[in-house]
Nanobody
Framework: QVQLVESGGGLVQAGGSLRLSCAASGSIDSTYRMGWFRQAPGKEREIVAAIWWIGGSPYYTDSAKGRFTISRDNAKDAVYLQMNSLEPKDTAVYYC????????????WGQGTQVTVSS
């Protein structure tokens, strides 16, 4: 089992920044892939960025490229999402998720943290 707890959401004006944190615990290991997803009201959940727990290059969806940065701190068992130049369209509940390397679907999810960007 893996437990994920997000933090760092909040209300920010357009153009501002937020840093989301995801604290991981349990049986997570170096083969896991970590992802940040978001779900806006009335829309489907979508991936924003992803990174391997150890090594590899990060992945970003087109809307996140150049504005968001995913990173990890293996010593702290944490994954972060630095979000800059935020826009009202980034308003959503943001989720941290994890999956083993041999599984295609993300298996473990956090409770989510609300990000609201005002215009």
């Amino acid at each position: 089992q893996v437990q994920l707890v997000e933090s760092g959401g909040g209300l920010v004006q357009a153009g501002g920044s937020l840093r989301l944190s995801c604290a991981a615990s349990g049986s997570i290991d170096s083969t896991y892939r970590m992802g940040w997803f978001r779900q806006a009201p009335g829309k489907e959940r979508e991936i924003v960025a992803a990174i391997w727990w150890i090594g590899g290059s990060p992945y970003y969806t087109d809307s996140a490229k150049g504005r968001f940065t995913i990173s990890r701190d293996n010593a702290k068992d944490a994954v972060y999402l630095q979000m800059n130049s935020l826009e009202p369209k980034d308003t959503a509940v943001y989720y941290c998720a994890a999956r083993p390397a041999d599984v295609n679907e993300y298996r473990y999810w956090g409770q989510g943290t609300q990000v609201t960007v005002s215009s």
